[in-house]
């Protein structure tokens, strides 16, 4: 089950909307671009023309403030004309459907689709039924894929590790639940992590978790040993509630990440969280805080690296 | 009536063992022989069946026409003559319309809107609790005295067990059959897609094989309770052919069925998110599909239904989770029937049975056969002949099958319905 939807006949970026079936050649261009672009940020006049004419919508089915900003940064440092929706959707009050709302957009003219949705595949669908000559962004579809919040994370991983041959990366928390955890483990195997080690109770693991290219420990401090990169997932309240877990302060004790847990981890390891913080639920503030956390490095790169997926997607003919 | 005679076909019919070349006699309606012509026997219609398969008209277990309720998706009018172009003469029609088949009234209304289509071998299924809440039982006497040949309560759950229990002995006091399709309504967890390897990578909310095998059990232990007949319709996963096989063996009376897709299909022949692909049960693994078919071979499994289940556009154009589930089944019953003869599954008796003599036996109903003094349900395919699933050669209203496009082999020729031709391929009916 492989598609070639993203791409167009000269194997370039058309759509983004998962990290599967994609090649390390080509993310590894995501982030030789995505590094070009860092520096745009510090100019004095924050802007390369290299979208400018071209209209970027952010269609947000599923509410969210840090991914829709960032976005929005992006495509206005390419100099793109941008438009943002906060589509609420309803299960009760069925209104138009969502091909009739890519519709009614993209008879304005439109040049990309940035899409965040609360089913998965929601995406892929919008890509498969819209016009050719727009590109869509997955910014997040339910449990499947959030593809540009997983190359933000590689290229911050990147910056300071160098090199993916040797890391042994530990992704800990609500894997069942978490796009974010699926296309991290895709760009890691692509990009060749010596290991992908999920730490997480059961009950927050999908079957057959291991058929995705990782190892699986039901403990931290098992699972912390020899890790490069700690990778944290966010908690949502909810999972108390149906059954997952029974108290955040058990969850905490067994899973929560803290200064004593991190010192099993290797001393240079780093700690990443896509962000918001349950601060106390998944993760103590004084690691969140500390010297080893690079959080708000990864927030930042995401306008880089989302800089970077719109501009090559934009120009599938390799112009760029 | 017409006296018809079909010729120079290979007559197969499972019950009476038969499998030989030469002719079949129709007269009054009525099978009239499958020797020699009966006694001043004059055809006023012959049909050719040279290089095709003479047999009994297909009887399906589990069949949605959309009507009376959701006529934009399907009428009786269209499936019907979907079902005629398929071979198949008898349907067994799901209570879940709309309103649900729980009063004699709606039971009624079926009858007549298979009348008027012409077809009148449609069956319904009487819901097994009213409005299928799965709280009160329905008028199941009233209903079978109506015509419903059958009770269930279709996709619906009975999360109650008791009222499971109290409804299977009320069925069993009126020696009605269950048809029971188990899904355990929690650890389904509102999933579309099998707990496995496909739909953790793509983050698809799944439903374990327990969730049909812990129903199975739980209906297994009130057969055994109430003495009330059972049969367990669309089996998708491989330890419930083996529950089905110990029951058997054990001695309790219980038949089942699968869909045929699910004979075909698993989850890895997914493409990423095509709706087409969204059926409950789910696509499960290659080696539950591999159980299916043994459990076929052996009888466990005595027949293969269609789980035809038309949709209109809509119902289809969305991110595969939020799509209706369900594959417009009827036109490729036998070509993929054909398939698993073609790939050594069982053998061509055995599908024909399975389409025909088992499931008329599990409804108690005379036909599936070609014995003389039968009403004539005949099917007459070309096994050879290539066709491909589009548009123009299609009856259904319903597109939404995985194997649009496809070029399939076995094709009906000729339907005859208690001796009436209702299909004709060359006519193009």
């Known amino acids: 089950m492989t598609d070639n939807l993203q791409l167009n006949a000269d194997g370039k970026l058309k759509h983004f909307l998962t990290i599967e079936g994609l090649s390390r050649a080509l993310l590894t261009e995501i982030l030789d671009t995505a590094e070009s672009f860092v520096g745009v940020s510090d100019q004095q006049i924050k802007k390369v023309p290299l979208l400018r004419g071209k209209t970027i919508v952010n269609l947000f089915f599923e509410n969210s403030t840090r991914t829709r900003t960032t976005f929005e940064l992006a495509a206005k440092r390419l100099s793109a004309d941008v438009l943002s929706m906060s589509i609420a959707t309803s299960s009760t009050s069925k209104g138009e459907s969502l091909l009739d709302t890519i519709r009614n957009l993209e008879s304005m003219f439109v040049d990309m689709f940035v899409v965040r949705h609360a089913i998965s595949g929601a995406a892929h669908f919008i890509a498969q039924h819209t016009a050719p000559h727009i590109s869509v962004i997955n910014a997040g579809d339910g449990q499947h894929a959030h593809p540009t919040q997983a190359m933000l994370d590689m290229f911050t991983i990147r910056q300071i590790k160098k090199d993916f041959a040797p890391l042994r990366v530990a992704i800990i928390g609500d894997i069942l639940h978490s796009r974010v955890a699926r296309s991290q483990i895709q760009a890691l195997n692509t990009l060749g992590a010596k290991e992908i080690r999920v730490i997480a109770p059961k009950t927050l693991l999908p079957a057959h978790v291991e058929t995705l290219g990782v190892t699986v420990s039901h403990d931290l401090t098992e699972g912390l040993q020899d890790i490069d990169v700690v990778m944290m997932l966010r908690l949502q309240k909810e999972r108390m509630t149906s059954a997952l877990l029974p108290s955040e302060s058990e969850y905490f004790k067994c899973f929560g990440l803290t200064e004593s847990k991190l010192k099993i981890a290797k001393p240079d390891a780093i700690v990443m969280h896509p962000g918001p913080i349950n601060r106390g639920v998944e993760i103590e503030s004084t690691v969140a805080d500390g010297p080893q956390s690079v959080i708000l490095k990864q927030v930042s790169n995401g306008i880089a690296v989302r800089m970077a997926i719109m501009s090559m997607a934009m120009q599938p003919q390799g112009a760029f | ?429």
């Open chain 2, 1 to 429: 009536m017409a006296n018809i005679l079909i010729q120079h076909g290979r007559i197969i019919d499972p019950a009476n063992e038969l499998d030989h070349v030469g002719p079949l006699y129709i007269s009054g309606g009525k099978i009239a022989s499958v020797t020699d012509a009966p006694a001043g026997f004059v055809a006023d219609t012959v049909i050719d069946a040279s290089g095709q398969v003479v047999c009994p008209g297909f009887v399906d277990l589990s069949v949605r026409l959309r009507e009376p309720g959701q006529s934009r998706k399907a009428t009786f009018k269209s499936e019907t003559r979907a079902a005629a172009s398929a071979g198949v003469t008898t349907m067994c029609l799901q209570p879940d319309t709309t309103p649900v088949i729980d009063t004699a009234a709606v039971a009624e209304l079926i009858r007549e809107l298979a009348e008027k289509a012409g077809y009148p071998q449609v069956y319904p299924i009487a819901a097994l609790t009213r409005k299928l809440e799965g709280n009160e039982l329905s008028s199941m006497l009233a209903l079978k005295e109506a015509g419903c040949i059958a009770v269930s309560n279709a996709n619906q759950p009975i999360r109650n067990l008791l009222i499971l229990r109290r409804a299977m002995e009320y069925a069993a006091s009126h020696d009605l059959l269950l048809i029971f399709r188990p899904n355990d309504y929690w650890l389904g967890n509102n999933g579309c897609a099998h707990e496995g390897a496909v739909a953790t990578r793509y983050g698809l909310p799944s439903i374990p094989d327990a969730a049909e095998t812990i129903a199975l059990d739980q209906c297994l232990e009130l057969a055994e309770l109430t003495r009330c007949r059972v049969h367990f319709g669309q089996l998708s996963c491989k330890r419930s052919v083996i529950k089905i096989h110990q029951a058997n063996k054990y001695g309790l009376n219980v038949t089942a069925d699968v869909a045929m897709h699910q004979l075909h299909l698993t989850e890895n022949d997914i493409k990423p998110f095509d709706s087409a692909y969204h059926v409950l049960p789910p696509f499960r693994t290659e080696a539950d599909k591999q159980y299916l078919r043994q459990g076929l071979a052996c009888g466990t499994i005595s027949s293969i239904c269609s789980d035809h289940q038309p949709h209109d556009i809509d119902a289809k154009l969305g991110a595969f989770p939020e799509t209706e589930p369900g594959i417009s089944a009827l036109e490729t019953l036998l070509p993929m029937m054909l398939k698993l003869v073609a790939q050594h599954a069982i053998t061509l008796s055995q599908g024909i049975a399975a389409l025909s003599e088992q499931p008329a036996q599990i409804l108690q109903l005379p036909s599936g056969t070609l014995t003389p003094g039968v009403a004539a349900d005949v099917c007459v395919f070309d096994p050879e002949l290539a066709w491909q699933v589009n548009r123009s050669q299609w009856h259904s209203r319903g597109i939404n099958t995985p194997f649009w496009q496809q070029t399939l082999k076995g094709r009906v020729t000729h339907t005859l319905q208690a001796g009436k031709r209702i299909f004709c391929l060359a006519d193009g009916q």
